[in-house]
Nanobody, 124 residues
Framework: QVQLVESGGGLVQAGDSLRLSCAAS????????MGWFRRPAGKEREFVTA????????LYADSVKGRFTISGENTKNTVYLQMNNLKPEDTALYYC?????????????????WGQGTQVTVSS
């Protein structure tokens, strides 16, 4: 079992930046891709970004390309999401996710482990 704990959410204004962190623990020695999904109020959970264990492969949703950057530190089992130029439509509950296969991680069904979520609210 892998436990994922997010931090860094909050309330910001449009145009501001925010960085989320996700620390993974459990199943030492396992290698998995990590990433982020988000769920706006009243909507379905949607893919945001993911990074392979090696860091060589990264996926982004079109809606965040050029504004969000994912990075990871394998030694700390931690992944970060740097969010710049935030917009009100980025307001959502952000979930950290882990999967043994990056290629299937763009849909919730491809995720093996979930964090509890951290709220990001962007005011206009």
């Amino acid at each position: 079992q892998v436990q994922l704990v997010e931090s860094g959410g909050g309330l910001v204004q449009a145009g501001d930046s925010l960085r989320l962190s996700c620390a993974a623990s459990g199943r030492s020695g396992s290698r998995y891709a990590m990433g982020w999904f988000r769920r706006p109020a009243g909507k379905e959970r949607e893919f945001v970004t993911a990074i392979s264990w090696s860091g060589d492969n990264i996926l982004y949703a079109d809606s965040v390309k050029g504004r969000f950057t994912i990075s990871g530190e394998n030694t700390k089992n931690t992944v970060y999401l740097q969010m710049n130029n935030l917009k009100p439509e980025d307001t959502a509950l952000y979930y950290c996710a882990a999967s043994y296969t990056l290629a299937v991680m763009t849909t919730p069904s491809g995720v093996d482990y979930w964090g509890q979520g951290t709220q990001v609210t962007v005011s206009s």
